[in-house]
């Protein structure tokens, strides 16, 4: 899936007359969800890899967009991967950062992909209490490659 999608010659997502990051929202939600996303309205139901939306803030006048880099935990502030979230470097310009911001009060919605699934956590190997397999584990390993099982 490629995104932002091209249809009839046009790029998505749509924003609205001022061209402000907010109107993604505001003007032009159900269009920019289309059949790819689902629209979440409440802050409380924020998963990571949501993309939020802002509306004028302190960081921006004309709203801003970004990730959620963590779930909804009960706080009014949020992590959020984006971009121009920071005073930008006067080297390299605005670069992509996590950053730790007040999003209750600014949260406009959210768009969350469709087919976004989380990657289920990888299963840890149960060690002993010096951080070793257990005996009968390292014996089993041990006599199985030697083939005496």
Known sequence: MNLPEFSDGQLWP??????????????????????SF???????????GDVIVLSSSPISETGHI??????????ASMDLL???QVNPNPTVGHIPTVTSISVSPYFLGAFRLK?????????SVTTGRNGRLPLIMM????????NMI
Do not use: H, M
């Open 14 to 35: 749509k924003t609205g007359t001022n061209l402000y990051a907010e109107e993604c929202w505001t003007q032009s939600r159900v269009v920019n969800a289309g059949d």
């Open 38 to 48: 689902d629209l979440i309205y409440n802050f409380s139901d924020v998963k990571r």
């Open 66 to 75: 970004a990730f959620a880099d963590i779930d909804y935990n009960g706080s």
């Open 82 to 84: 984006g971009q121009n």
């Open 115 to 123: 087919s976004w699934t989380p990657t289920p956590p990888t299963p």
């Open 139 to 146: 014996t089993r390993r041990l006599l199985n490659n030697g």
